[in-house]
């Protein structure tokens, strides 16, 4: 039986705000947070390997996508969670897990920008880091599960958050839930 408590998702490219928002989120409404992207940037620190050689281990190994994966949807199956995790909407649908769906997007050269502060890059290298790392992430989710990353079908809203403060995005997303229809 599905759990009442709610289940926000929140997906986006690198930069965008995701995991920001989701933790301000989780904070906000006293929810669980989950995220497959720290969990991933932990395991290539555990592994002292760079994400994008990660991410290429994890294309010739789809078991290590399809577990992180696993993880999250029991996550969103206890409910109480906000989750951050590029394939999260996709397969919470599929899986008829009911949650708010939220896509964030950014400009490339904010989301650069955003990524060379929290890494302490250039901001040349985070877009070219970012780009790679797009694709490479697109190529995989297109593979395991037939996952089209740059639509928006899957979501319940879309925000661009160029513009908009952490705080401001955090605002947007509270006011689009509702425990009842989540």
């Given at each position: ?85 590029r394939a999260s909407a996709f397969l919470a649908r599929k899986l008829k ?86």
């Amino acid at each position: 039986m599905p759990s009442k408590k709610p289940v926000i998702i929140i997906c986006g490219l690198a930069g965008s705000g995701k995991s920001t928002a989701a933790s301000m989120i989780a904070k906000r409404f006293r929810l669980k947070h989950v995220s497959a992207g720290d969990q991933f940037r932990a395991i290539a620190k555990e592994r002292r390997m760079s994400l994008i050689d990660l991410g290429r281990y994890a294309a010739k190994h789809p078991e290590f996508d399809k577990e992180l994966d696993r993880r999250m949807m029991a996550a969103a199956r206890k409910g109480g969670v906000v989750m951050d995790g590029r394939a999260s909407a996709f397969l919470a649908r599929k899986l008829k897990i009911p949650a708010l769906k939220i896509f964030l997007t950014v400009d490339p050269k904010v989301s650069a920008r955003r990524v060379a502060e929290r890494d302490g890059i250039s901001a040349a290298k985070a877009l070219k880091m970012s780009s790679q790392r797009e694709r490479e992430i697109r190529v995989r989710l297109r593979t395991l599960y037939g996952l089209d990353t740059s639509s928006a079908a899957y979501y319940d809203a879309v925000i661009k958050t160029d513009r908009y403060t952490p705080k401001e995005v955090s605002d947007l997303i509270a006011s689009l839930v509702t425990y009842d229809r989540h």
